[in-house]
């Protein structure tokens, strides 16, 4: 008898895979580890220390991130349905730990959770429990119901609320600012009525407005958002960051000075390089052809997502693949324009391809999350 192939996928797990989204992200990973060897090697030559410290570390996070990202996309899409709001929970009990002595001070923001030699981020982990938690609450409408009414609406305030109030309380604007746009975002495709949207709006902007002028606003917030809108006042103190961000990424021309050749890498100009900065090393080791590869690929990612929550079968899967767009899209963009002088410096990182465990988990979890939700849809053709 012949077998359909849709036959044949339903029986074997993996082939059911989005195989071209698993190929992005692997390059965008090996891509970051490359990044990330070419930005810490001269700094740890300089100190005496080994120059592929960084890079296998990098190795290891991406390791662990594709490995966790196989196995949720081979959970079922109810499974994750379930333990979406507890995940939620231990996330925002995470949170409050970081508050706490076990948090970590670093770059005047508190928002490292240490406990021995593990050390790890829960507000990485944040966006993707609080995408899951309002996929699950916005998604679950009483027959009848095509749109989130005014008590979802509530609920779902109140659960970016929690993580967004911890967030601030580190402080990490930039977090801030990424969860902002998720909710913001999986409010529109919930299909919750413009005004409460507009309301919403205005009701941060005027919040923003008041903590500007009561103060509230960190010292180093405040220089940040004053050298966005104008670098060259003060191009030694408050607009270094993005002065010498904007050169190096400028500096490689069409293909690059090539790999480990960078001046203004090799020099350190640019703080935070592997992280926050990376793609400046992209822009002078690899020229404009890898720095446009990068976004190509990122852009690529963000287009599965978008066809995923298109497809998807359930108004959960829906609404969660839209909130990893949100994510990804506001995330990409933060990054990649606080370097260009698009948007203020805000210390978010750059999705796949930043240094770090808890981002490089937490992107490629979510990227397991759009599979599991491609393979839920393939039950209903």
């Known amino acids: 008898m012949i077998t359909s192939p849709s036959a044949r996928a339903r029986r074997l797990p993996l082939p059911r895979l989005d195989w071209g989204l698993a190929a992005a992200v692997t390059a965008l990973s090996l891509i970051s580890v490359v990044l990330v060897w070419a930005a810490t090697r001269p700094r740890l030559i300089a100190a005496g220390e080994d120059p592929q410290q960084y890079l296998k570390r990098q190795i290891v996070n991406v390791l662990a991130g594709l490995v966790i990202m196989l196995v949720v996309a081979l959970v079922d899409l109810s499974t994750l349905r379930v333990w979406s709001l507890p995940a939620y929970a231990l996330t925002c009990v995470s949170l409050l730990l970081v508050l706490t ?27 993707l429990t609080l995408v899951l938690a309002l996929a699950t609450l916005l998604g679950d409408q009483p027959d009848g119901e095509h749109r989130p009414g005014g008590v979802h609406l509530l609920l779902a305030l109140g659960v970016t609320a929690v993580p967004f109030g911890l967030v601030m309380l580190q402080p990490d604007l930039g977090t801030a600012m990424i969860l902002t746009a998720i909710v913001l ?60 961000a904007l050169n190096t990424v400028g500096s490689g021309g069409l293909l690059g000075t090539g790999l480990f050749r960078g001046d203004q890498t090799g020099g350190r100009f640019v703080p935070e390089q592997h992280t926050d900065f990376i793609f400046t090393v992209a822009g002078e080791e690899l020229g404009f052809a890898g720095a446009a590869l990068i976004l190509v690929l990122l852009w690529f990612v963000i287009w599965r997502a978008l066809r995923t929550a298109s497809r998807a079968a359930l108004p959960f899967g829906t609404l969660a693949a839209a909130g990893i767009v949100c994510w990804f899209a506001a995330q990409t963009f933060v990054n990649v324009g606080m370097v260009v002088r698009l948007a203020p410096i805000a210390g978010v990182p750059l999705p796949f391809v930043s240094y770090g465990g808890s981002s490089a988990v937490a992107c490629l979890a979510a990227v397991g999350v759009l599979m599991s939700i491609q393979r839920k849809d393939l039950h209903h053709l």
């Open 185 to 244: 975002g999986m409010l529109v495709i919930a299909g919750v009525r413009w005004r409460w949207i507009a309301v919403l709006v205005l009701s941060g902007a005027a919040a923003a407005a008041l903590a500007w002028w009561l103060g509230l606003l960190r010292p180093h917030q405040v220089q940040r958002l004053l050298a966005f809108a104008d670098p060259a006042a003060d191009p030694q103190g408050a607009g270094y960051n993005a002065t010498q």
């Open 101 to 127: 002595p076990l948090g970590q001070t670093v770059n005047g923001a508190q928002s490292w959770l240490g406990i021995g030699p593990v050390q790890a981020q829960p507000s990485e982990f944040a966006k």
